[in-house]
Structures are given as C-alpha cells and as structure tokens.
C-alpha cells in the first residue's frame, strides 16, 4: 500500500467555493459497498435511506475564530496563529507563521482596529511537530479578535460565518468544521428523528490532524495528530444499546467514525470517554462501531480519504470519485455529499 494509491485528478473547477442554499439542496451521491451501486440524488432525500431504530451520530463541535494576526510587542513584526488544541487554562498548540522568526519568549499583541480590545500572546516552547506551545492573556476576547479559519483551498469570503458552522454546533473547539454536517438543517433533523431514528451527538474538536498531509510514500510511516473528543454516558448508552439490538450505527463524518471506532469494544459494548483521540484508520482495518457513513468528497493523498476507502473499498471509493467529477459534484468542504451504505 502506497500513498500514491490514494491519488487522483481533481479539476479546480470542482473544488466547491461558497456553499449551496439551502443546506439540503447539496447533491448526494449514495455509494453501495456490498456491489458498488451508485445512486444520484440530493441530500435532503437522505431520509429515504434511513430506517425506523438507526441511530444518527454526529459531531456537534462549533468551530473557534482560532485564526489571530498580530505583531510583536519586541519589533513590531506581523505574525499570524492558527490555535490548534487547548492543553490547559489559556494554553494552546498552535501553528504560526512566519515560524522561524517566532522563539519562544516572544510575546505578540493582537488587538482590534479601534484598540479597544486586545490579547497578549506569550510564545512558551516549540514542539517536535513544527508547533508552538502559547498562553493567551484572555480567552474570552477569542470572539472578538479571531477569524473563524477556513481551508486554503476555499478563496471566497463567507458572507455568514455561521455557514461554516453545522446548525447543531454546540461545543467550541474545533479549527475546522465537521463538513458531513453541513448539509443538515433543523427542519431535516426534526423531520428525521419523527421518523424514528435516533439522533445521538458525540464531540470531536477537529484540529491538525484532520488536514495534516501525508507527505510519506508509505502511509503507514504517517502518524495522526491528537484531537480531543467526548463521548457522554448517555450517548454511550444509547450506543451500546443500538449495537446490542442489531440496529444501524449511521456515523455522520470521520470525526464521528473515529471516535465511535475509538470506543466500542469487541463485545459491542460502547463506553463513555473524555480524552484524545489520534486512531488512524487504513484498508485493512476492521470495523465494529459503524454500519453507514456520510461523508463529503475528501483531498487526495489524504487520511481522510484512506479512512473511507477503509470503510468502502479503495476502487469502489475512487470509481465512485471519477463518477463524481463526471457529473460535476462539488468537492470539499462546501462540496457535495457522499452516503456509504
């Protein structure tokens, strides 16, 4: 297995720029892994592939402004943070640039364009991982001060940053969204569960280690990044249920592939968890806490990508991409859907 056995051509075209309105408009490509069927439909029609007693788990992280741009309180030279993970009160991994000219025991100033507010960023140590360890003066002024960080692919600004946001969003911490849920509107969600299927929220905070490229020939020399995550006794419980009932687990992004995968146990039983979170899935992998997955259309090369030829088939995943760029679907985060069954 190699990294290059994940590769495919992407014209730019495809790469989705603003988002579809509303939601539930985007389409939806229905891949069957048992033969390979592809189905073609838009996402709102969803509900005609779920079932009375399936369980729907989604990530209901909400995405930080964890983008800051300052300058240096020594020198004055602009400098740019992206927050990563919280590792303790006011400290932060982050990324920040330019990283060769940022040591530690620089302190960076971030403040708004009427200088009514401001942080004082302390720059404390380097980790091995080309991030920086940092202590924020006031958390709190994050709302105020940051930008909500979007890929670098996606070049037009977002109108409605709460559009960068899954319409259950609730606990903050990620740096990117949870994409498989942007395609969810409460309408949806509402019209969903008075069907009978069982809605069960987890938190993963997306941070390095979903956009992290694989920059190794052989995949298996890559190595994911930490990312904290909670799965609740409640939400264990209606798992471990489900699981035990023989009812369909429909995991709604790999954020919640792996942290359902990080939990169950062998016997079926799911257990509670507050902690981090760096599985890494490959073909190969066996899975045992997810029966369906929805999913958007992912980069090349890319973990992300590995995990659901994981779950598929590398040539059934790719075949249903070339399919997809065929029929001009929208990749990426503002793109288009996939569902595996």
Known sequence: MKTSDFDYELPQERIAQTPVEPRDQSRLLVLNRENGAIEHRRFFKIINYLKPGDVLVLNESRVIPARLFGHKVD???????????????????????????????TTVKVES????????????????NGTVMVRLSDEKLLETLGDVPLPPYIHAPVDDPERYQT??????GS?????AGLHFTSALLEQIS??????????????????????????????????????????????TSARKEGRRIVAVGTTAVRSLEWVTQP???????????????????????VDALITNFHLPRSTLLMLVAAFAGRERILAAYEEAIQNDYRFYS???AMLII
């Open 113 to 128: 364009e009427d200088y009514k507010a401001s942080i004082s960023i302390e720059v404390q140590s380097k980790t091995e």
């Open 334 to 336: 503002f793109g288009d």
């Open 267 to 289: 016997d079926k039983e799911i257990k509670p968890y507050m902690g981090w979170n760096n599985l890494y899935i490959l073909p190969g992998y066996e899975f045992r806490g």
């Open 75 to 105: 020198g004055g030279g602009k400098v740019e943070f992206l927050l990563l993970n919280r590792v303790g009160d006011s400290v932060w991994e982050s990324l920040v640039r330019p990283g060769r000219r940022v040591k530690p025991g």
């Open 194 to 239: 008075s069907s009978g299927i069982e809605l069960v929220f987890v938190t993963l905070h997306v941070g390095l280690g979903s956009f992290r490229p694989v920059k190794t020939e052989d995949p298996t020399e890559h190595s994911l990044h930490q990312e904290y995550f909670e799965v609740t006794s409640d939400a264990a419980h209606k798992l």
């Open 167 to 172: 319409v259950y969003a609730k606990t903050k």
């Open 175 to 179: 740096v990117a969204a949870p994409t």
